[in-house]
DNA sequence: CGCAATATTGACCATCATCAATTGGCGTGG
DNA sequence: CCACGCCAATTGATGATGGTCAATATTGCG
């Protein structure tokens, strides 16, 4: 995931290596059939490259096609008229984070990315017709959608109830799992591309608050945050700390093929 | 929505009149066929009442029927081990609170009443018969879910960057124009049975606070909220002091049959 | 080597939580 | 019909978590 071979800005228009992505993210929360994983495959995509600040989509804007992330880090967020940020949630390789965009005629957040990320776009058409000639890919999609509103309201009881360090604790415990979930924390240790004014955005903190925490869970023992790269030192106590339990994330406990 | 006839606890297994409610709910987010309103009619429901402090479902259960609120008001909510709470969502009639349990094993909230409430239990094989003879239809509870989901990150933004006055009139607007779209809000007057305290566990803040914000919008000549009833008195300021925008809703402006 | 973005620290302050009464509304039993 | 009791609303006093502002270090990188 942290690195890539093209982020040069051009626009391809065909079969990137990275298309598997998708299937193997459908994989890990259900089961796919010889021929559902062919289509997936098949899909007719765009392929673009971003960096760090870009937007795939904004806002307001009535898309005409779902974007899927290939490689790199995106995450979904609003603003408000003043400026105030709210990050909805981070995105790894295999998201589809306007999937919605299928029903849902103007998008009401943005996404933006977090570092060089390569993106691919699918008309709504080629996934409409897929889902008419798949009904399993439908209730796939149904699915993640279901898991990814379960990821929204865990979000929103840190948000309304847990105290700064439970939130960060929280965050850290859930982007574990969701890394080990795609093969991409050995030891423990993953690749975080985000700032610590980032984490303020997602979690309704301060900056300066954040780095405060931060601080602290280091001082403690707990864990290990620099360059971008987090280790958990103590997993069970990090768990305490955070008051986190796993099950809202429906990980199919299977390891990505 | 305020009364209804029959909170006996008694158990009835038969088409209730409020039935409709659904196909209503369903009809004000997209069109339904003849054929998919009377199949919708026709699913079998177990027919339950409630009284305030009751759960339809708690979190952590394996549910094999989606609960249907026929009348009255519900909300899920999750509680943090040390009773902290932290409600997710309000539903009137019409609202399918549990939809996710067709594809998601185990519940990860509950879901309660906040007055006497009538709720239709149904199957979930029932549920699946049903999408898979009305493709129409599973679309029709995916968009259910997709809106879903963009309330519950419109609550995340209130919750993680708005202050406490937003918060509160930002809350009145949404459920204004919720009732609204139900034809429950006639000269912007409706009925929002909660308390103080369950606005506090929504918004994330504490009962006294929440007072006292509300008293200061009364005090402003914003709105008027006693005896569970809230009138909205000056409504573009309301919607100004709440740094409201209603898109999110999504809402097919059309008033309900 | 030097910029520019992040991270870190300190000082001060505001919003909102907590604790503790007190008041008011309303249903129920006598 | 009225008193009691309970739940919710209201108010006051006090304090803590976390925000804001402003410097000062670091770190990554061209």
């Given at each position: 995931m942290q690195q890539h071979t093209n982020h040069l800005g051009l626009s391809h228009t065909d079969r990137p290596p990275e298309r598997h992505r998708l299937v193997q993210k459908l994989q890990s929360i259900t089961d796919l059939t010889a021929g559902e994983r062919q289509a997936l495959l098949d899909l007719p995509m765009a392929v673009r490259s971003y960096t760090k600040?870009?937007?795939?989509?904004?806002?307001?804007d009535v898309p005409s096609e779902c974007c899927l992330i290939l490689d790199g880090f995106a995450f979904r967020y609003k603003l408000l008229p003043d400026g105030r940020r709210q990050i909805l949630s981070f995105h790894t390789p295999g998201d589809l984070p306007d999937l919605q965009s299928l029903h849902i005629q103007t998008l009401d957040h943005s996404v933006g990315v977090m570092m060089p990320t390569m993106a691919a776009f699918i008309p709504h058409k080629s996934m409409r017709d897929l889902t008419e000639r798949f009904p399993g890919l439908l209730h796939a999609f149904w699915r993640d959608t279901l898991i990814d509103a379960a990821i929204f309201r865990e979000w929103m009881i840190g948000l309304g109830r847990r105290d700064a360090h439970e939130r960060i604790a929280h965050l850290i415990c859930e982007m574990l799992l969701r890394f080990r979930g795609v093969g991409l924390a050995p030891d423990d240790t993953f690749k975080m591309p985000v700032t610590q004014a980032d984490v303020a955005d997602a979690l309704g903190l301060s900056n300066v608050h954040v780095n405060r925490v931060l601080m602290d869970l280091r001082r403690e023992r707990l864990i290990t945050w620099s360059n971008l790269t987090i280790t958990i030192l103590r997993w069970e106590e990090l768990q305490k700390r955070a008051l986190?339990?796993?099950?809202?994330?429906?990980?199919?406990s299977k390891v990505a093929a």
């Open positions: 600040g870009e937007d795939l989509v904004r806002e307001g986190f339990e796993a099950n809202y994330l429906h990980q199919v």
